[in-house]
């Protein structure tokens, strides 16, 4: 099992830049791929970035996201990231950092997830 923490969330003005963090503890973290999903209030649960444990960490992204968002790992830290450029206002949403043991990486139904950090982006 793995335990996960998010932090870097908050809030930013349109066209700005965030990084999340994401903390792995427990089981071997290079076990598995990890991935960042978010939710905005009345919104479904959507895909962002995942990237894998696999081929020196092959990256997905969704198309929201793709040319923005650059998702990324440290082994030595145990810490995945999201570098999030050019935010827009329809990027605010909880974001919640997740680890699977699934070779199929776009999804949203992880097996471990965080607690999630609020991403707003204010117009």
């Known amino acids: 099992q793995v335990q996960l923490v998010e932090s870097g969330g908050g809030l930013v003005q349109a066209g700005g830049s965030l990084r999340l963090s994401c903390a792995a503890s427990?089981?071997?973290?290079?076990?598995?791929?990890m991935g960042w999903l978010r939710q905005a209030p009345g919104k479904e649960r959507e895909f962002v970035a995942a990237i894998s444990y696999w081929s020196a960490g092959v990256t997905y992204y969704g198309d929201s996201v793709k040319g923005r968002f650059t998702i990324s790992r440290d082994g030595a830290k145990n810490t995945v990231y999201l570098q999030m450029n050019s935010l827009k206002p329809e990027d605010t949403a909880v974001y919640y950092c997740?680890?699977?043991?699934?070779?199929?990486?776009?999804?949203?139904?992880?097996?471990?997830w965080g607690q999630g950090t609020q991403v707003t982006i204010s117009s």
């Open positions: 427990g089981r071997a973290f290079s076990s598995y791929s």
């Open positions: 997740a680890a699977t043991t699934s070779l199929r990486l776009e999804r949203l139904d992880y097996e471990y």
